[in-house]
């Protein structure tokens, strides 16, 4: 089956700092890929979608300048989180899909937990 | 948006059949309904998809009546690696907005010895 990785799987960093997460289709391209955010007990948010080679589309509420999204490739897209702080702390999770075949799903990759100290 | 309705938790108990249900009012002509497993720490497992009647693969069975307003997930025999939160999304999934996207609060699954 399609499979989706991300890496690191967990990072801690400073106040201040950035942190990039990668996530890769590695057996499928991936046109379109979702990041998503989740929060200890709660259900996943969506943040953004992003297109190969274009700008990402945000969801309502989610800082564009913070959490940048590049999705250079049909099989690589990156999240950043710019001067991460505390409440950034969280699991994020990122999901691809190929819409050249025409299924409804998106296959999701192992998270990533970001702890900001 | 086609917003779902979930038991928050269930309980059951080792090699009993669970069956959740979802409520769906405004699903739409063109939605599927899709169904997920989250273990902590871990993303999001796809289970089954279906559009209507009934859907059958080797971890479950997906069952939605004729007006499709409600669906329910079927787990035979479960074991207690079946632990897990379980998700139902609703939509066409297309687009970027597509209401697929839209992750409800889930279902608690805890399954006892």
């Known amino acids: 089956g399609a499979v989706v990785s991300q890496h690191p799987s967990w990072v801690i960093c400073k106040s201040g700092t950035s942190v990039k997460i990668e996530c890769r289709s590695l057996?499928?391209?991936?046109?379109?890929m979702f990041w998503y955010r989740q929060f200890p007990k709660q259900s996943l948010m969506l943040m953004a979608t992003s297109n190969e080679g274009s700008k990402a589309t945000y969801e309502q509420g989610v800082e564009k300048d913070k959490f940048l999204i590049n999705h250079a490739s049909l099989t690589l897209s990156t999240l950043t989180v710019t001067s991460a702080h505390p409440e950034d702390s969280s699991f994020y999770i990122c999901?691809?899909?190929?819409?050249?075949?025409?299924?409804?799903?998106?296959?999701f990759g192992p998270g990533t937990r970001l702890t900001v100290t | 948006l086609a917003k779902t309705t979930q038991p928050i938790s269930m309980d059951s108990y080792e090699g009993q059949e669970v069956n959740i249900t979802c409520s769906h009012n405004n699903i739409a002509t063109n939605d599927y309904i899709t169904w997920y497993q989250q273990f902590p720490s871990q993303g999001p497992r796809f289970i089954i998809q279906?559009?209507?009647t009934k859907v059958t693969n080797e971890v479950a069975s997906l069952f939605i009546p004729a007006d499709r307003k409600s669906s329910t997930l079927s787990l035979p025999r479960v074991s207690l690696s079946d632990t897990a939160v379980y998700y139902c999304l609703v939509g066409d999934g297309w687009g970027n907005a597509g209401n697929m996207l839209t992750f409800g609060g889930g279902t608690r699954l805890m399954v006892k010895p």
């Open positions: 279906g559009y209507k």
């Open positions: 057996d499928f391209q991936a046109t379109t």
């Open positions: 999901s691809a899909r190929d819409d050249t075949i025409k299924t409804y799903e998106q296959y």
